[in-house]
């Protein structure tokens, strides 16, 4: 973004992330202790590496889609995310409708991912989101998303399974399936996860 250099973005870049990374581990500590899962919060601290983004949605021409990002639901654990004044983030409710996101100026979005889903075994729902933009204005966001480390392995823990909630997928490793999801034939697919690791029935 600039061959010279931007030391103070940088450095104000470094100081948001690791505030962000505090939340993400805050609302993760919150929902293993809503599922009794506080013996493996450790181990779950543990498998989690960090990535963010600076993204900017510019204002689609006449001849374009207003269609800023296409609906999917994030891969990793958590996604934090802040936006400035244009709105743009629509969410899909479990009827298939649609709705706005309305940010507040200070406030933060959070979302689960799949891979949250698979480790709580379907108990925390992944978010599927989209980005449509109706305002003549570009559009910036910072994203903050805990992703699992390249080599651990993602899998349920015992208690999350019994005969109300059976096995929903197989462990895996998180960068076997990135590799995975990177294939042409997989990128956009919605069901990528499920058919990487999913449990027939």
């Known amino acids: 973004m600039w061959p010279d250099g931007n030391r103070q973005f940088c450095d104000s870049i470094e100081v948001y992330s690791k505030m962000l990374t505090k939340i993400d581990e805050i609302v993760r ?4 202790e809503s599922l009794n899962l506080e013996k493996y919060m450790d181990e779950h601290m543990e498998l989690t590496s960090y990535i963010v983004r600076v993204n ?3 204002t689609p021409e006449k001849d374009e889609s207003d269609i ?3 609906s999917h639901a994030d891969k990793n654990l958590l996604t934090i995310l802040h936006q400035n004044e244009v ?3 629509e969410l899909e409710n479990k009827d298939g409708e649609w709705f706005k996101v309305k ?3 200070n406030s933060f979005v959070v979302m689960a991912g799949e891979t949250f889903n698979v480790w709580t075994n379907g108990r925390i729902h992944a978010a ?3 980005v449509v933009l109706s305002e003549h204005k570009d559009r910036f966001t910072i994203g903050v998303f805990s992703v699992p480390k390249w080599d651990t392995p993602v899998k349920a823990p015992e208690e999350m399974v019994d005969e109300e909630h059976p096995l929903l997928f197989n462990p895996f490793r998180y960068g076997e399936f990135a590799m995975f999801f990177c294939k ?3 990128v956009n697919d919605k069901f990528a ?3 990487y690791c999913g449990v027939s029935f």
């Open 56 to 58: 900017k949605y510019r």
């Open 193 to 195: 996860l499920k058919k």
């Open 128 to 130: 599927t989101h989209r």
């Open 103 to 105: 940010f507040s100026p």
């Open 184 to 186: 042409k034939e997989n």
């Open 68 to 70: 800023g990002l296409l």
């Open 87 to 89: 709105e743009g983030l």
């Open 29 to 32: 500590t919150m929902v293993l």
